[in-house]
């Protein structure tokens, strides 16, 4: 028997302006399961992410966070259910490490520094600890942001929205900007999310990472065009389809491979 899922869309239809982004998308996640969202450029992926956290408003369909309508809960629950990573996310450059991923305990807001909104406790103490630990990032808890590289700065984002322990992790675009090895890195620390029961939902371009996920969604001109597990989503028809290139799908070391042809 398959579990609930956590966060579920049901024929959810968004506009971008005056034009369609989304149209009458059903997307369910569940916990421990790697979802890969997928399509080219303009087919609604960000868009689908945002509507999923409340973050764009819908024209129709509904969302529910573990069967109750998101716009039920307040906000702050919301957030400690569900974590965002948003694209390009600006981080407080003069700011140390810990202090930033604290803010993922949602006992504080930042303005002219760490101002608390609540007392701080044991528990957020070890949460926060725990998720440094969980990205490497404790090495270096107390440099300041500035100083850190790009791969640095994705991984103390990551470990922001991991202390907030949530039961699902939502990432837009989590690998731009990161060489290959902060982006496998990176993709090593949220399999190991997966292992431990935390659901991931991670929009990404690389068809190559999108291939090692437990499941990938497939959109086109704000449809879902195919959902499934790797191998059924990631055929040369489906990906000429939406992405309008011929390729060839191979299969090495138990991984597929997803290779341009000419012409």
């Not at 239809?13 to 790697?34: K, L, N, Y």
């Not at 070890?126 to 998720?131: C, R, S």
């Amino acid at each position: 028997m398959s579990l609930p899922p956590i966060l579920e869309g049901r024929g959810l239809h968004v506009r971008a302006g005056s034009s369609p982004a989304v149209r009458g998308v059903d997307a369910a996640f569940q916990a421990g399961e790697f979802t890969a969202i997928i399509g080219p450029n303009g087919a609604g992926k960000s868009t689908l992410l945002r509507a999923l956290l409340g973050l764009s408003p819908l024209e129709a369909g509904e969302v529910r966070l573990e069967g109750r309508a998101l716009a039920a809960w307040p906000r702050a629950a919301r957030s400690r259910r569900v974590a965002y990573l948003a694209q390009g996310e600006t981080l407080p450059p003069d700011t140390r490490v810990r202090d930033v991923v604290s803010l993922g305990r949602g006992a504080g807001d930042w303005k002219w520094g760490l101002i608390p909104t609540r007392p701080w406790t044991e528990a957020d103490e070890a949460a926060v600890t725990a998720a440094l630990e969980r990205t490497d990032t404790r090495r270096f808890e107390t440099r300041r942001v500035a100083e850190l590289s790009g791969g640095e700065r994705q991984r103390v984002s990551l470990a922001r929205a991991l202390a907030a322990q949530p039961a699902l992790l939502l990432l837009d675009e989590p690998t731009n900007h990161l060489d290959l090895a902060y982006t496998l890195d990176l993709l090593r620390y949220l399999r190991c999310e997966v292992a431990g029961g935390l659901g991931v939902v991670a929009v990404l371009h690389d068809l190559t990472l999108a291939a090692r996920a437990d499941r990938v969604l497939l959109l086109h001109q704000g449809q879902v065009l195919a959902e499934g597990t790797p191998a059924q989503v990631l055929t040369p028809e489906h990906l000429r389809a939406s992405y309008g290139v011929r390729v060839s799908v191979t299969e090495h070391a138990g991984r597929l491979l997803i290779i341009p042809e000419d012409g």
